[in-house]
């Protein structure tokens, strides 16, 4: 019997080479602005520091070589400060500057951030709309009514998938689809978001979790639409006839385990996670938005791994990573606070036992 751990920590032993790498990197929220804390004064952010984080981990990269395909800038580029300071546009020039440097494309997830600088019109129009960057396949019906760069419906969600090898895709997700940030007053979506959070957080203040049942129904959380969920069941329905394997990224956490707090979870996460079980195909969820970082394998097999953040990762050490794609496993060269990882795809026929209990 193969007695193969489906999850390991430690160092990168393996003899065969990755078939290809990617770069992963989240909650830059640069500023120009002096050390400052979280909102519980338990955690100091490096506002300003985080940019040179980005300067050495972008040459890092670029010392990686060809293999490495992509970056996945997982959410939260620059800091909600930026927009008090009317810094936003220049902050953001600068991140993306940097970036520019990057021999390899970037992929970029909105987080709450990009919605306290900027409005969902001007982010579709940005830089930091890469759906350009996505496949065209065919998926029927859910998938019409999306919009495509340039685009700009009020009620949109940003979110694609791509394909880098034959047989591996990646899936973007728009945590913030359900919301009361960056959507306009007016929108049907802007007025459910707000009757759900209200409905299940009565505090005055709606960014706070104190008393909640549901501690992640907080106005810095979001959720998925009815609409992208059934779109990205098409997708995995697709990668699941195509024998594809599948890594999904969002900037919110959608397992309770990822996550150490219960606040940092995406509003309707279990039905993110029901769509990804109900198919076979997945085999990790990238987020960022918590920035301690966490990690669990779930039930299904799938991994679930929550990326430290930049901005409160201190001067002399790290929060950025590489992921080595195996054919049977995923391994996570982590530098400063993100440590190593093994992630083993979980068999077929053990999805299968999982999918049938
Ligand atoms: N109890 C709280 C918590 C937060 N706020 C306010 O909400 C806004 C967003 O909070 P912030 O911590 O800046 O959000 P991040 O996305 O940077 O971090 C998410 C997790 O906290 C990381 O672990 C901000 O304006 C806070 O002041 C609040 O009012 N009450």
Redesign the pocket.
Same mark, same amino acid.
């Given at each position: 019997m193969d007695e193969t751990p489906t999850w390991t920590t430690g160092t990168l032993t393996g003899n065969s080479e990755p078939c290809f790498s990617f770069g992963v990197i989240a909650?830059i929220?640069y500023a120009d602005l002096e050390d400052g804390y979280?909102?519980?004064g338990s955690?100091r952010?490096y506002y300003r520091h985080s940019l040179h984080l980005l300067q050495s981990a972008v040459e890092e990269w670029n010392k990686e070589g060809n293999l490495l395909e992509f970056v996945l800038q997982l959410g939260?580029i620059i800091?909600?400060f930026n927009a008090q300071h009317k810094t936003s546009k220049n902050a953001l020039g600068r991140v993306m500057k940097e970036f520019k440097k990057l021999r390899a494309p970037v992929h970029h997830i909105w987080? $709450?951030?990009e919605l306290?600088n900027f409005t969902r019109d001007y982010l579709t129009q940005s830089e930091l709309n890469t759906k350009s960057l996505e496949d065209h396949i065919f998926l029927g019906s859910a998938a019409k009514g999306q919009d495509s760069p340039g685009d700009a419906t009020a009620e949109h969600y940003y979110a694609y998938h791509f394909s880098p090898v034959t047989k591996f895709r990646f899936i973007l997700l728009d945590a913030y689809d359900l919301s009361v940030l960056g959507r306009d007053k007016s929108t049907q979506k802007y007025q459910d978001s707000l009757k759900l959070l209200k409905e299940k957080n009565p505090n005055e203040?709606l $960014?706070?979790?104190?008393g909640l049942a549901e501690p992640h129904f907080?106005?810095?959380n979001g959720g998925f639409s009815q609409a992208q969920l059934d779109w990205f069941n098409e997708v995995l329905t697709f990668s699941d006839r195509n024998e594809e394997k599948v890594v999904v990224v969002g900037h919110i956490p959608i397992h309770p385990d990822s996550t150490d707090?219960s606040?940092?979870l995406a509003w309707n996460y279990k039905d993110a996670l029901s769509v990804i079980h109900s198919h076979q195909c997945v085999v990790c969820f990238l987020a960022g938005?918590?920035?301690?970082g966490g990690y669990c394998l779930d039930s299904h097999g799938v991994h679930h791994l929550t990326l430290e953040?930049i901005?409160?990762t201190p001067p002399g050490s790290h929060a950025f990573g590489t992921i080595h794609v195996y054919d049977n496993k995923l391994v996570l060269m982590g530098r400063g606070r993100i440590p190593d990882k093994v992630m083993y795809y979980t068999k077929y026929e053990d999805k299968c036992k999982y999918n049938c209990l």
């Amino acid at each position: 019997m193969d007695e193969t751990p489906t999850w390991t920590t430690g160092t990168l032993t393996g003899n065969s080479e990755p078939c290809f790498s990617f770069g992963v990197i989240a909650d830059i929220q640069y500023a120009d602005l002096e050390d400052g804390y979280n909102f519980w004064g338990s955690r100091r952010r490096y506002y300003r520091h985080s940019l040179h984080l980005l300067q050495s981990a972008v040459e890092e990269w670029n010392k990686e070589g060809n293999l490495l395909e992509f970056v996945l800038q997982l959410g939260d580029i620059i800091d909600g400060f930026n927009a008090q300071h009317k810094t936003s546009k220049n902050a953001l020039g600068r991140v993306m500057k940097e970036f520019k440097k990057l021999r390899a494309p970037v992929h970029h997830i909105w987080g $709450n951030h990009e919605l306290y600088n900027f409005t969902r019109d001007y982010l579709t129009q940005s830089e930091l709309n890469t759906k350009s960057l996505e496949d065209h396949i065919f998926l029927g019906s859910a998938a019409k009514g999306q919009d495509s760069p340039g685009d700009a419906t009020a009620e949109h969600y940003y979110a694609y998938h791509f394909s880098p090898v034959t047989k591996f895709r990646f899936i973007l997700l728009d945590a913030y689809d359900l919301s009361v940030l960056g959507r306009d007053k007016s929108t049907q979506k802007y007025q459910d978001s707000l009757k759900l959070l209200k409905e299940k957080n009565p505090n005055e203040n709606l $960014n706070s979790p104190t008393g909640l049942a549901e501690p992640h129904f907080v106005e810095f959380n979001g959720g998925f639409s009815q609409a992208q969920l059934d779109w990205f069941n098409e997708v995995l329905t697709f990668s699941d006839r195509n024998e594809e394997k599948v890594v999904v990224v969002g900037h919110i956490p959608i397992h309770p385990d990822s996550t150490d707090d219960s606040v940092c979870l995406a509003w309707n996460y279990k039905d993110a996670l029901s769509v990804i079980h109900s198919h076979q195909c997945v085999v990790c969820f990238l987020a960022g938005h918590l920035h301690d970082g966490g990690y669990c394998l779930d039930s299904h097999g799938v991994h679930h791994l929550t990326l430290e953040g930049i901005v409160e990762t201190p001067p002399g050490s790290h929060a950025f990573g590489t992921i080595h794609v195996y054919d049977n496993k995923l391994v996570l060269m982590g530098r400063g606070r993100i440590p190593d990882k093994v992630m083993y795809y979980t068999k077929y026929e053990d999805k299968c036992k999982y999918n049938c209990l």
